[in-house]
Structure formats: structure tokens, C-alpha cells
């Protein structure tokens, strides 16, 4: 029979094999959401260049990136049910997951209405369209180095939090910017009406990334507050 030592030190085992397998499949969902936004810029670049059937084959490759970030998501979530990490962790960390996905979802949307779309993208634009797909990626970018320090600096995992918020609002400098240029394009009748809400719907759907990159980035100071006792 086993001792009561011995049942303790078999639990503490198993919880820390599922703590560990939380934290790999944490590593490889942002990393998939990462890829996600990165592909994006693929599609804005054919885009641009009017290479629709391009277009389609990079969106393709973006949802195929959306949905294997949903299955790392639910294996994530089946761990933390089966007991991975303290519950005073688990449900900022559920919570975190859940909010890093809605990145990649927002990367497909964004992807979607560039596919659907399909319009001649005029390229007095080109520029200012790639800044603000770069300006998301990398807020993506900074967040994933924030997750992943949430394991090992706290400090750091901090202030990358901070840089998130920072690149974020950099990104909606640029969306404000290109929204005015919109309009000033249409008032002077060198888009229509339909090239103008179709634009403005893109640029606010890759803007929304970096939104949706910085609603994640919020909950790490609550995880760090906890953590820090």
C-alpha cells in the first residue's frame, strides 16, 4: 500500500507534468496567433499588387493558422480543467488564451474582407496599408515576447505589457490617418462610394488586431499582481 508521502508526491508529479504541458502548448498557440498576423502581411502585399489569386491562396493559409491555434487553445483549456497550474492562476491564464486567439481571429477577419473584397486597390494607399499591417504585427510581435516571459521574468513580462499598449496606440495614429485620407480621397471623388467603405472596413479591421493584441496584454499585470503576492 502506498504510503500517504508517496500519493502526495505522485499528485505534485502529475500537476506539474500538466502545469508543463500548459505552458508548451501556451508557447505554440501565441506562436501560431504570431504566424497568423505575419501571413497577413502576405495577403495586404498581393493585395497591393492586385494579385487576387494570390490573395486567396495566403487567406487560405491564415485560416488554416486560425483554426490549429483553436485546437492549441482547447487542449490549454481540457489541461487547465484536469488541474494544471494553482486555481488562483488558472483562470487569468484561461482568460489570457482566450483573449491571445482573438487575434488570429481578428487577423482571418481581416483576411476575409481583403478576399471578398477584391477591389483595385489604388496605390496612393500602398504604403500607408503595409505601415499599419507592419505597426499590428509587431504589437503581435512584442506580445508574444510578453507571454513567453510571463514564465520566467515577471519584471519584463511587465513591461512588455507597457510596449504593447505603446505600439497599439502608434497603430491607431496610423488607422486615423488613413480613415482622413479616405475621405478626403472620396470628397474629391478619386474613389467611390464602394471603394471607400471597402477600404475603410480593411483599415479597421487590421487596426482591430492590434486592439484585440492589446486586451491580452492587460491581463498579464493581473497575473503578475497575483503572482507577486
Do not use: W
Amino acid at each position: 500500500m502506498n504510503s500517504p508521502l508517496l500519493k502526495k508526491r505522485d499528485m505534485m508529479k502529475r500537476f506539474f507534468v500538466k502545469e508543463t504541458d500548459v505552458e508548451k502548448y501556451s508557447k505554440l498557440h501565441v506562436e501560431l496567433v504570431y504566424a497568423c498576423v505575419s501571413k497577413l502581411k502576405d495577403v495586404i502585399e498581393h493585395f497591393c499588387e492586385g494579385k487576387f489569386d494570390l490573395v486567396d491562396a495566403e487567406v487560405e493559409e491564415v485560416s488554416k493558422l486560425e483554426h490549429e491555434a483553436d485546437e492549441i487553445r482547447r487542449k490549454m483549456e481540457i489541461e487547465f480543467y484536469h488541474g494544471a497550474f494553482l486555481p488562483f492562476d488558472r483562470e487569468d491564464r484561461i482568460i489570457l488564451a482566450e483573449l491571445v486567439d482573438t487575434v488570429s481571429d481578428a487577423s482571418q477577419s481581416a483576411a476575409y474582407a481583403i478576399s471578398l473584397g477584391k477591389i483595385n486597390f489604388p496605390q496612393s494607399f500602398d504604403e500607408d496599408f503595409k505601415e499599419l499591417t507592419e505597426k499590428s504585427f509587431e504589437t503581435v510581435a512584442v506580445l508574444r515576447d510578453c507571454i513567453s516571459m510571463l514564465d520566467t521574468d515577471l519584471s519584463a513580462a511587465l513591461a512588455k505589457a507597457h510596449e504593447v499598449e505603446k505600439k497599439e496606440e502608434e497603430g491607431d495614429i496610423i488607422e486615423r490617418r488613413i480613415v482622413r485620407k479616405l475621405y478626403d480621397a472620396y470628397r474629391k471623388k478619386e474613389i467611390s462610394i464602394l471603394k471607400f467603405l471597402e477600404l475603410k472596413n480593411i483599415t479597421e479591421k487590421i487596426g482591430n488586431i492590434a486592439d484585440r493584441a492589446e486586451d491580452a496584454s492587460d491581463r498579464v499585470p493581473i497575473i503578475v499582481a497575483k503572482r507577486r503576492g
